[in-house]
C-alpha cells in the first residue's frame, strides 16, 4: 500500500501491488453475455431517455461552451466547436458515466460496478464514482498510458492492468463482475451512456440553435447514437456527419453489412493503399473499436447522413491547427471532425454553420511532440530532402547558407557518401528543414534545384 494525493489535492490510498484474483472454474465465456448489450436484442434508445439524463447529470456534469472557431475564415464554413475536452476528466465520457452510476440500483451501488478501458471511460467512471461514493474497479490493457492509470487511481478507483489488448481486459472485467457482484459497465453501448452522451446533443441545440449540420467522431457509437438523437429529434434538418479513423472504420463496415461486424485495423501502404494487419497504432486510438456496439448501432444507423473516413495526417494536421489557433490540446479523437474539413471531404459544408465536437483532450503527452511534427510534415512545414554537393571545403557550407539566407530552420543534416555512384568529391546531404509555410517550402525546392544537380525532394521510399 502506498499514500499519494489525489488530482484534486485530497489524500487517497494507492494500491500499487495486488494479486489478480483466481476465477472459479464455471466461469467460461458461454456466461459471460452482457445483458444490457444484447446483438440477439439490441435495444433502440428514445428521446425521453436523454431528456432524464440531462435532468440527473445537470449538477455533476460540465456544460461545455460551444464557440466560433477562428478556423472558420480559413477553411469557409462558420465553424462552431463543442469543447468536451474541457470536462474535469477531459472528456465527453463523463456524461454517460455519472448518468449510469446515478441509475444503479441502491444495492448494486454499495458493491459497485466494474469496466474494461485504456483511457476516457475508466477516468470518467473513477472520477464521478468517487463523486457518487460508488466503488470503482477498472481493467485497463498493458498498452493503457501510465498517466491515465495513475489518474484513475487517484480518484480512489481500484485498477487492475492486465491484457495485452482491450478485448482481454474486456473478458477478465466480465468474469470479474460475474465473480464478486459487480456490475459490468460498457463503455460505448450500455443503454444509459448512450442516453447521458445525447445530453450533448441538447446542449448544441442550445447554444447554435440554427446550426446546418453536426460532425460528430465515431469509434464505438456511443456518442453519435446519442447525440444524433436528440438533434434529429428536436430540429430534423441537421445533417449528421460521423467520422472516423482509416485505421479502423468499423461503422462504415458495419453499415454496408447492416449490423455491426469485426472491423480489422489497417496500415497504409507506400502506394497509397490500405493492408489490413494486427492492431497497429493510431492517433485517433479512441476510435480503435473493431466492433461498434449493438445499441449504439441500431440507435444512430437510421440518423446518421454522411459517413467519411479520414487519413492519419489529416488528424495530425487537425491537432496542430487547434494548438496553434485554437489554443486547445485536443487528442486524435476528438480532431476527426475538423481533420474530415482540413482534408476537403465535406465540401458540401462551404458557407453552412456547421458544429463539430472536440470529444476528448486527452492526448498522451509522451507523444504530442511526435504528432506536432506530423502536422508540421503534413503542412508542408517540416521538410525533408537529399541533395548532393561538392565535398570540397565549402560545399556543405554553401547548402547551409543557401537556407540560412531564407530565412529557414536547418533542423537535421546527415552526410553519406558510400553509395554515391557519380563524383568521388561529391557528399549526399539529408537534410530536414522548418519552413514559414508550404509555399516557403516550394521556394526552397525551386532554388536547390536551380543550384544543384541532384535533389530529391521529400520522403525516400
Known amino acids: 500500500m502506498q499514500a499519494s494525493t489525489s488530482l484534486d489535492g485530497e489524500p487517497v490510498t494507492l494500491v500499487t501491488e495486488k494479486a489478480e484474483p483466481k476465477f472459479e472454474r464455471q466461469i467460461s465465456m458461454s456466461t459471460l453475455k452482457d445483458e444490457f448489450c444484447d446483438p440477439d436484442n439490441p435495444k433502440q434508445i428514445q428521446f425521453e431517455d436523454i431528456s432524464a439524463a440531462a435532468y440527473k ?70 472520477y464521478h464514482g468517487k463523486e457518487l461514493n460508488i466503488p470503482i474497479t477498472v481493467v485497463m490493457p498493458k498498452i493503457a498510458p ?70 460528430i467522431p465515431v469509434g464505438g457509437a456511443g456518442l453519435i447514437a446519442g447525440a444524433a438523437l436528440a438533434i434529429k429529434s428536436l430540429k430534423p434538418s441537421v445533417q449528421i456527419i460521423g467520422v472516423e479513423s482509416e485505421t479502423c472504420p468499423s461503422f462504415a463496415e458495419a453499415l454496408k453489412a447492416g449490423k455491426p461486424v469485426y472491423t480489422s485495423t489497417t496500415s497504409t501502404l507506400a502506394d497509397g493503399t490500405l493492408k489490413a494487419g494486427k492492431m497497429i497504432s493510431t492517433l485517433a486510438d479512441g476510435l480503435a473499436v473493431p466492433t461498434v456496439g449493438v445499441n ?12 467519411v473516413v479520414v487519413e492519419e495526417q489529416s488528424i495530425a494536421l487537425a491537432i496542430l491547427r487547434l ?72 560545399g556543405i557550407t554553401e547548402l547551409a547558407r543557401t537556407i540560412s539566407k531564407m530565412g529557414i530552420s536547418l533542423k537535421d543534416m546527415y552526410h553519406e557518401r558510400a553509395w554515391i555512384k557519380s563524383d568521388i568529391f561529391s ?25 544543384y544537380d541532384h535533389v530529391v525532394w521529400g520522403p525516400v521510399h
Not at 93 to 105: Q, V
Not at 174 to 203: C, F, S, W
Open 427 to 451: 557528399v549526399q546531404v539529408k537534410c530536414v528543414v522548418e519552413t514559414r509555410d508550404a509555399e516557403q517550402s516550394k521556394e526552397l525546392e525551386q532554388v536547390l534545384r536551380e543550384k
Open 296 to 307: 449504439a448501432f441500431v440507435t444512430a444507423a437510421p440518423l446518421i447522413d454522411k459517413m
Open 146 to 215: 501510465l498517466m491515465k492509470v495513475q489518474a484513475c487511481r487517484s480518484y480512489g478507483a481500484h485498477v487492475i492492468v492486465t491484457g495485452k489488448d482491450i478485448s482481454e481486459s474486456r473478458e477478465y472485467a466480465m468474469k470479474l463482475g460475474k465473480q464478486e457482484g459487480l456490475r459490468y459497465i460498457n463503455g460505448y453501448d450500455h443503454p444509459h451512456i448512450l442516453a447521458g452522451q445525447g445530453t450533448v446533443g441538447l446542449e448544441i441545440l442550445e447554444q447554435v440553435p440554427d446550426l446546418d449540420a453536426c460532425i
Open 57 to 126: 447529470i445537470r449538477d455533476g456534469v460540465m456544460k461545455t461552451p460551444c464557440t466560433r472557431s477562428r478556423l472558420s475564415g480559413l477553411l469557409g464554413v462558420n465553424l462552431f466547436f463543442k469543447k468536451e475536452f474541457l470536462q474535469f476528466t477531459g472528456s465527453f465520457k463523463e456524461r454517460g458515466a455519472r448518468y449510469t452510476l446515478m441509475m444503479l440500483p441502491q444495492e448494486q451501488k454499495e458493491k459497485g460496478v466494474v469496466a474494461a478501458s485504456a483511457g476516457n471511460h475508466a477516468l470518467a467512471l473513477s
Open 323 to 394: 494548438i496553434e489557433l485554437e489554443k486547445a490540446v485536443v487528442e486524435g479523437a476528438g480532431a476527426t471532425g475538423l481533420a474530415a474539413i482540413i482534408q476537403g471531404m465535406l465540401p458540401e459544408l462551404s458557407g453552412k454553420k456547421v458544429v463539430v465536437i472536440l470529444c476528448g483532450g486527452n492526448i498522451d503527452t509522451t507523444c504530442l511532440g511526435r504528432v506536432i511534427e506530423r502536422g508540421l510534415a503534413a503542412d508542408g512545414r517540416l521538410v525533408r530532402f537529399v541533395v548532393t554537393v561538392s565535398d570540397r571545403p565549402g
